[in-house]
C-alpha cells in the first residue's frame, strides 16, 4: 500500500463522534473537541450559512407566526398592556436565555420554549380563568417538570413504555382531535 492510499484510507476512516466534554473538565464547561476551552473564536467559526439561515428563519417564524397569536390570546384574556407585555417578556427572555446556555453547554441546538397547540389552549380558558390564576397554574406545573425531570422520571417512564407510544407523544398531544 502506498503512503497516498494510507492518507486516503486514514481520512475516510469512520471514527466515533468527537464528546463536547474533554476529559479533566472539572469546571464543567464544555470543551471543544481539540481539548480547548469553548470560546469566541470557537463561536465565530461555528457560524456558516446554514446556520445562520436557520436562525433567520426561525426568527420569521416567531416574529410574523408566534407573537400574533400571542398577542391575540392575551387580547382574548382581558389581559392590559402592562400584563401583556410582561408575559411576552417572562415567556420570551426565559426561553431565549435557557435555549442558549443549553445549546452553548451541550453544542446542539435545544430550543426551550411554549407550545403553539398549547398557547391556543390557554386562549380558550380565557373566559374561564384569571391571569393570576393561568399564571400561577403555569408556575406549578414548570416546577412539577422541572422536578419530574430532575428525578429522572421522563427516562424511567420513556424505558417502560413501548418506543411507539413515546414517539407518538408529541403529534397527539397537538392533534386537533
Known amino acids: 500500500m502506498t503512503s497516498k492510499s494510507a492518507d486516503n484510507a486514514d481520512a475516510i476512516a469512520i471514527r466515533p463522534a468527537p464528546s463536547s466534554f474533554a476529559p479533566g473538565a472539572a469546571t464543567g464547561w464544555p470543551m471543544h473537541r ?3 476551552r469553548l470560546g ?3 463561536f465565530l467559526s ?3 450559512p446554514a446556520a445562520i439561515t ?3 428563519t426561525t426568527f420569521i417564524w416567531y416574529a410574523c407566526g408566534a407573537l400574533p397569536l400571542q398577542i391575540e390570546i392575551n387580547n382574548q384574556m382581558g389581559l392590559s398592556a402592562a400584563e401583556s407585555s410582561s ?3 417572562i415567556i420570551w427572555f426565559s426561553g431565549a436565555v435557557t ?3 443549553l445549546g452553548l453547554y451541550y453544542r446542539l441546538p435545544l430550543p426551550v420554549t411554549w407550545t403553539v397547540p398549547g398557547l391556543i389552549y390557554l386562549g380558550t380558558l380565557g373566559g374561564t380563568f384569571s391571569f393570576a390564576e393561568v399564571a400561577a397554574a403555569s408556575f406549578v406545573a414548570g416546577f412539577a417538570i422541572l422536578l419530574l ?3 429522572g422520571v421522563g427516562k424511567r417512564l420513556m424505558a417502560w413504555l413501548p418506543l411507539p407510544i413515546v414517539m ?3 403529534p397527539a398531544a397537538s392533534s386537533p382531535t
Do not use: E, P
Open 99 to 101: 435555549s442558549i446556555l
Open 168 to 170: 407518538a407523544c408529541s
Open 46 to 48: 461555528d457560524l456558516r
Open 54 to 56: 436557520a436562525g433567520i
Open 34 to 36: 481539540n481539548g480547548s
Open 149 to 151: 425531570g430532575a428525578l
Open 40 to 42: 469566541s473564536m470557537t
Open 87 to 89: 408575559w411576552i417578556f
